[in-house]
């Protein structure tokens, strides 16, 4: 059984390697092999169903940040040696500033006509998603393989990619709770 006052190894506890590129059916098969071993139906004892239901809750955790793009990111960076979220706020040069213009346009958009700019604002998000997609598993791949001052700035480059990844999809959250905040237009 696993300690539950051990940090929370995601990779380790579900036997999958410390990558990025891991598919959603991977996660899931370790996951169930995990799960079947502590079914409560396989163990007698009491006290032992107690610590397995515990390690069952400590590998459901485990999927749920390994399924989750963004949260497997962030693991596997602190995992390399880079900071953590709280620990550096940075973004990536000129990104503040190009977020003001892209909320100033979402603004726009908004006040125009709702429906067709929430599709394309939309459409903007799954791009940028893409992109920090792509520029994340690129640089998590890169810092795996290399040491010191090289991989010190990989990751960091990571955690700015990881902030302005994050920063839009807060920017996303907070138009589907002004959307739905806002008064409808009754006929």
Known sequence: MTDPLEPLDPFT?????????????????????????LHPDR???PIERIEASMAAA???????????????????????GGAEREEDRTLPDGFLAEMMETRERIETLMQSDGGQARTEIEGWAAAERRGYLERLRRVLQEAAGVE???RTALLAEGRQQLNAWRYIERLLEQLGDAERSSPRETP
Not at 65 to 76: G, K, P, T, V, W
Request: a positive charge.
């Open 43 to 45: 163990i007698a004892d």
């Open 148 to 150: 010191g001052d090289r």
């Open 13 to 37: 506890l579900l036997g999958l390697p410390h990558k990025f590129d891991l598919s959603r059916a991977e996660i899931q098969a370790a996951h169930l092999r995990h799960l079947a071993r």
């Open 58 to 80: 400590r590998v459901n955790q485990a999927r749920a940040i390994l399924e989750n793009d963004e949260h497997r990111a962030n693991e596997l960076l602190v995992r390399l």
